[in-house]
T-cell receptor, first 114, second 114 residues
């Protein structure tokens, strides 16, 4: 079946650095992508999303880039802070009859060192 | 506005016991979802309800049943718990309007089946 996966399971950065978390997806029909942040013992928290008709979207300190040619999604966090330490998941929605049924990647553990 | 709430937070069952996980949302969302998350993995969809009165199977529905009690509440039932159902269970809701449909998650229920 279709899947969403991450290249790196862990990422360690220094406070103040920029972080980039990558995600590969295989379903070319997916038209909506979301990044979630999950802190220990909590549910996933929405960070940012992007539709397939866009290639970049910016939020507060976060940017999502979508490259449909190579089916690649990335999350950039600027000036990473210790509070950004968490597991980050990408998720895709194939739309159509699969609308609302998200497929999640395995997650990347981001550790920010002060 | 509490968002998505789940009860209980923790539960230990013996093999063969039954239980119901409760979920409620106060955002007037149409769609609700149940996921499970196993260690080191992303979330997998168990069941979802696109709107009040409808339910559909997700990726891993076996061993579970759901009830969309009303617009606010969506429960997940394990009729005969098995150790393979040890997991963290998350409920989510979304507007379900057909556009970019962000899902908002509850804090989770940590279930152990002995």
């Amino acid at each position: 079946g279709e899947s969403v996966g991450l290249h790196l399971p862990t990422l360690s950065v220094q406070e103040g650095d920029n972080s980039i978390i990558n995600c590969a997806y295989s379903n070319s029909a997916s038209d909506y992508f979301i990044w979630y942040k999950q802190e220990s013992g909590k549910g996933p928290q929405f960070i940012i999303d992007i539709r397939s008709n866009m290639d970049k979207r910016q939020g507060q300190r976060v940017t999502v880039l979508l490259n449909k040619t190579v089916k690649h999604l990335s999350l950039q966090i600027a000036a990473t802070q210790p509070g950004d330490s968490a597991v980050y998941f990408c998720a895709e929605d194939a739309g159509g009859t699969s609308y609302g049924k998200l497929t999640f990647g395995q997650g990347t553990i981001l550790t920010v060192h002060p | 506005n509490a968002g998505v709430t789940q009860t209980p937070k923790f539960q230990v069952l013996k093999t063969g016991q039954s239980m119901t996980l409760q979920c409620a949302q106060d955002m007037n969302h149409n769609s609700m979802y149940w996921y499970r998350q196993d260690p080191g993995m992303g979330l997998r969809l168990i069941y979802y309800s696109a709107s009040e009165g409808t339910t559909d199977k997700g990726e891993v529905p076996n061993g579970y049943n759901v009830s969309r009690l009303n617009k606010r509440e969506f429960s997940l039932r394990l009729e005969s718990a098995a150790p393979s159902q040890t997991s963290v269970y998350f409920c989510a809701s979304s507007e379900g309007t057909g556009n970019t449909d962000t899902q908002y998650f509850g804090p989770g229920t940590r279930l152990t089946v002995l």
